[in-house]
């Protein structure tokens, strides 16, 4: 009778243990998924994001932008990284659709943004301080069929 007793206390013990892994495996799998509908980042940062990601990447060199302009689709997510290569800071800034923002020296900033219409927008590099353009270039911004408006 005391060898009876012993298991049944046993198999409880076990059956009690099983019920608790189980149930901790449900909270983990509810908190992957929620970690995977959370995820924000780079398109390059996890998979799964938005393939239609425009990137672009923009360089300041000798107080002046390296490129005349960029093209980007309209209502088409863009994340913008612009890498500065002089000892000073800058701003950078982008009519209507990019506020003035500090670019500082010898580093990079990512700006995200969407256009939402089909134009062209003039980009401005400005003093850290504002005041007058170092330097502009063009933002075409075309439709998704690949025409400008």
Known sequence: MRFTLVMARCLVL????SLMLVACQDDNDEVAQETDRD???????????????????IEIEDGALTSDGIEVTQE??????????DDVAYQFQIESLVSATLVPASDSVTIEFTTPVSEEYSA????ESG???????TVQVTDPTG???
């Open 76 to 85: 088409r997510p863009t994340v913008m990284t612009i890498t500065n290569h």
């Open 131 to 137: 005041g007058e353009s170092l330097d502009t270039m």
């Open 147 to 149: 025409a400008p408006d």
């Open 39 to 57: 995820v924000i980042g780079s398109p390059t940062s996890a998979p799964g994001l938005e393939q239609d990601i425009e990137e672009i990447s």
């Open 14 to 17: 076990v059956l009690g243990a």
């Open 124 to 127: 401005s590099l400005l003093p």
